[in-house]
Nanobody, 121 residues
Framework: VQLQASGGGLVQAGGSLRLSCAAS????????MGWFRQAPGKEREFVAA????????YYADSVKGRFTISRDNAKNTVYLQMNGLKPEDTAVYYC???????????????WGQGTQVTVSS
């Protein structure tokens, strides 16, 4: 499975961005999906995930209430809507997928190339 993330950019604090991640598989609906981020000098951290089975969603405490993960199985795409952005959200954002039919918590196996999000104060 190849993953292609897009939608990053520069935004002012309080603004919004929507990230997209397109997957190259015909069985996208069978994969859980997740978003991670890595800020300069910091370790990669979990942001959000969505289940393949029932659409259940999971969030890091730092983004709960501001970010929303969703998926469109017809378009083989997962999204991350980011509202109320803060300078501390600045990072490279990666989408990832575990093996097919995995149950949460996931062990991610497939990774996209990342998209830069920069939030100015």
């Amino acid at each position: 499975v190849q993953l292609q993330a897009s939608g990053g950019g520069l935004v002012q604090a309080g603004g919004s961005l929507r990230l997209s991640c397109a997957a190259s598989t015909r069985t996208f609906s069978s994969y859980g999906m997740g978003w991670f981020r890595q800020a300069p000098g910091k370790e990669r951290e979990f942001v959000a995930a969505i289940s393949w089975r029932d659409g259940s969603t999971y969030y890091a405490d730092s983004v709960k209430g501001r970010f929303t993960i969703s998926r469109d199985n017809a378009k083989n795409t997962v999204y991350l809507q980011m509202n109320g952005l803060k300078p501390e959200d600045t990072a490279v954002y990666y989408c990832a997928a575990p093996p097919k039919y995995s149950y949460y918590p996931y062990e991610y196996f497939y990774w996209g190339q990342g998209t830069q999000v920069t939030v100015s104060s």
